[in-house]
């Protein structure tokens, strides 16, 4: 992007211009607008086109999330209206909306197009991949929000097909299921976002949204449907939380020459733990939080915590098609977890035996029978 000043000039002019030096190079890198323009053609009538724009908008999220009407004054303040070469009065959120609009149908293929891209100029491996889905509330009314096509379906022929960009609907905004930050009736959709992680943390390449009474069983499906139609790489592992444990997740990564690392429920493991607990060879695990390490490496005077695992051969069986599945089940214990439950335990004993000595006192005085 090259610098060029337009319009009227004052003596003293000045732009808090600091992090767009750092921002703007990174997006340059990622190619974001060049991608964007390769699966949304500019209108040859526009004066900006989408690519343009929203990298702009990119920008500004990266740099201080604003509401698409205060962009504008973003761009002011910061000088990317410079930068970019879009006059102020030019930046508003009907423009805005109207690149977002045209995204839209495209999103799935930009998204991925950009992770390949990523992949290639910052050498990140698309291999060990981390996925966990997040409920976003909203607010207003949303009457005429609709349920959707789901993401994997099939034609009249019987093939599997996989729905993306133009040809799946936006997310079905919901009453989704009541959370500690969710009460009931909450309307909400789910976004789940796969991560690469590494010394540096972790690393977005590849998002979907689903609708807000879906769980996290169906989020995870349609994720690894579409990272197999856009993303497919062999040997790929993928790490996600309880609420995706499914033996058909297992068998899917399986399918696709991969591998499945997830937390299960407890209830489910429950039975194979008091099984296998008399034989179980627990080692000390060699990973330590950031944390740990930096008690260890200054010598603090802080607990020093760390995880112990075991682990038991196993076979799963698929409820639905009868398939079966060699697994390692890990049982984890945590000494600081022991702590906290043991607190809990504690407060919980504590409160029944006040209710108990209560009891006691109403009985002895003769007011209860």
């Known amino acids: 992007m090259s610098l060029t000043w337009y319009g009227n000039q004052s003596s003293v002019e000045g732009r808090n211009f600091g992090p767009l030096a750092l921002i703007v190079p990174v997006l340059e890198r990622m190619n974001v607008a060049k991608i964007i323009n ?27 999330p604003v509401a698409l009407s205060n962009v504008a004054d973003w761009a002011a303040e910061s000088g990317a209206d410079i930068l970019w070469q879009m006059p102020v009065e030019k930046i508003n959120d009907d423009r805005l909306g109207r690149s977002l609009d045209a ?6 293929s930009i998204l991925a197009s950009i992770a390949l891209h990523v992949s290639l100029e910052f050498k990140v491996p698309l291999r060990d991949v981390h996925y966990d889905p997040v409920h976003i509330l909203m607010s207003g009314a949303y009457e005429n929000a609709v349920p959707r096509e789901p993401v994997i379906g099939e034609c009249e022929d019987g093939t599997k097909i996989t729905r993306s960009d133009d040809t799946l609907g936006p997310a079905h905004i919901t009453t989704g299921r009541a959370t500690s930050d969710a009460p009931n009736g909450s309307q909400m959709i789910h976004a789940g976002l796969c991560t690469v992680v590494d010394e540096f943390g972790p690393l977005p390449i590849f998002g979907h949204t689903i609708d807000g009474n879906q769980n996290g069983r169906t989020a995870v499906a349609e994720q690894f449907a579409l990272w197999q139609k856009y993303l497919k790489f062999p040997k790929v592992t993928m790490f996600s939380d309880r609420g995706t444990f499914s033996v058909g997740h297992l068998l899917r990564l399986k399918d696709a020459d991969g591998d499945a690392v997830c937390s299960a429920p407890w209830d489910e493991f429950q039975s194979l733990f008091d099984q296998q607990r008399s034989s179980l060879k627990w080692k000390t695990a060699s990973f330590l939080s950031i944390e740990q390490q930096r008690r260890r490496k200054a010598n603090s005077t802080l607990p020093r915590e760390h995880y112990d695992l075991a682990e038991v051969r196993h076979e799963l069986q698929d409820a639905e098609s009868g398939r079966k599945i060699a697994c390692r089940a890990i049982f984890v214990f945590s000494t600081a977890d022991e702590k906290v439950v043991r607190k809990q335990r504690q407060k919980q004993i504590d409160k029944l035996r006040e209710g108990l000595e209560q009891i006691e006192k109403t009985v002895a005085a003769g007011r209860r029978g």
């Open 38 to 64: 390769q699966h949304i053609p500019p209108d040859v009538q526009a004066e900006f086109s989408h690519g343009d724009v929203l990298s702009l908008l990119v920008a500004a999220r990266v740099f201080n």
């Open 103 to 108: 995204f839209f149908t495209q999103r799935h």
